[in-house]
T-cell receptor, first 115, second 116 residues
Framework: DAGVIQSPRHEVTEMGQEVTLRCKPI?????LFWYRQTMMRGLELLIY????????DSGMPEDRFSAKMPNASFSTLKIQPSEPRDSAVYFC?????????????FGAGSRLTVL | DQQVKQNSPSLSVQEGRISILNCDYT??????FLWYKKYPAEGPTFLIS?????DKNEDGRFTVFLNKSAKHLSLHIVPSQPGDSAVYFC???????????????FGKGTHLIIQP
């Protein structure tokens, strides 16, 4: 298995532009998580899905952020419009059976820079 | 409001000695604790975990200790090796009130540097 695949690995954009980050989870995993890493706040959980259904989006910073999971093998995190404070590394992770005793497998991350 | 706290941003240890990384949590509903390791430009990878019903779990050079009354856990690495230099994240999880697993809550991480 190729693991969790994220794209793009790096994205540089200007304030106000739309950003779309993509994630392909491990086949067979039924949970998908989006995290954001910043120096100030560490790793924050943004949203997670179970069987393609959003379960908890309370970590999404504001309405500019949205996430979808149209099928079991693909998810997107969209920021529209982007702002400099959105600059961070965004991680996608997947697991079978959710967190708790089950291990999350992370992708390599998408580093976003908003100028 | 940080529910999982790692108060040491960095730690430097000599090769061959013991590394001890600490983590405190505030949410008494957490029932599973994990340590993840992260190298630059990579995602975090799972290292070791412990259930709240245990106080110790060991895997090779890595041991995690849990003190529920103090809401504290620690990761011991012995002996420390140069390849252990990385950022270590403490994480915790619980269960949603409506049923189903919750997401992982992470600390801010501790950068461990193993010096030759």
């Amino acid at each position: 298995d190729a693991g969790v695949i994220q794209s793009p690995r790096h994205e540089v954009t200007e304030m106000g532009q739309e950003v779309t980050l993509r994630c392909k989870p491990i086949s067979g995993h039924d949970y998908l998580f989006w995290y954001r890493q910043t120096m100030m706040r560490g790793l924050e959980l943004l949203i997670y899905f179970n069987n393609n259904v959003p379960i908890d989006d309370s970590g999404m910073p504001e309405d500019r952020f949205s996430a979808k999971m149209p099928n079991a093998s693909f998810s997107t995190l969209k920021i529209q419009p982007s702002e400099p404070r959105d600059s961070a590394v965004y991680f996608c992770a997947s697991s079978f059976g959710g967190a708790g005793a089950n291990v999350l497998t992370f992708g390599a991350g998408s580093r976003l820079t908003v100028l | 409001d940080q529910q999982v706290k790692q108060n040491s941003p960095s730690l430097s240890v000599q090769e061959g000695r013991i590394s001890i990384l600490n983590c405190d949590y505030t949410n008494s509903m957490f029932d599973y604790f994990l340590w993840y390791k992260k190298y630059p430009a990579e995602g975090p990878t799972f290292l070791i975990s412990i259930s709240s019903i245990k106080d110790k779990n060991e895997d090779g050079r890595f041991t995690v200790f849990l003190n529920k009354s103090a809401k504290h856990l620690s990761l011991h690495i012995v002996p420390s090796q140069p390849g252990d230099s990385a950022v270590y994240f403490c994480a915790a999880s619980g269960w949603r009130s409506g049923g189903g697993a919750d997401g992982l809550t992470f600390g801010k991480g501790t950068h461990l540097i193993i010096q030759p």
